[in-house]
């Protein structure tokens, strides 16, 4: 009878774990973009985020709702020492800063207002 509940309650644990991992990922505040691409919503994004160019806005999101993807691409700005591994970096370490490396030019925005 044991052996049978067993068999029974692990199946059903490992779809209730798969399920509550897919409403997680669906309560994040995402939108898609014209391409059909992962966007998280601009008014989940820090004001100096907001602030700054519609190119830069829209890395920041699509970086934001794909951290599969970003984890994937190593950063190459020297920021290694700030605690950077990937072009995924949402303010792991309370720095106040956020690499991104995928725009045609180095960024390094600082998005904490209390820091200088």
Not at 7 to 29: D, H, M, Q, W, Y
Not at 50 to 67: C, D, E, L, R, W
Not at 82 to 108: A, E
């Amino acid at each position: 009878m044991t052996r049978t509940l067993f068999r029974l309650s692990l199946p059903l644990t490992l779809v209730l774990v798969i399920f509550s991992g897919l409403l997680t990922a669906c309560g994040k505040n995402t939108t898609r973009n014209s391409l059909g691409l992962a966007m998280e919503a601009l008014d989940e994004m820090p004001a100096k985020v907001k602030a700054a160019p519609v190119m830069v806005q829209q890395a920041y999101q699509f970086n934001a709702a794909n951290p599969e993807i970003m984890k994937q691409f190593p950063c190459y700005c020297g920021c290694g020492s700030m605690g950077h591994t990937s072009n995924y970096y949402r303010d792991l370490n309370g720095d106040g800063y956020i690499c991104m490396k995928p725009l045609p030019f180095d960024m390094h925005l600082h998005v904490d207002n209390s820091l200088p």
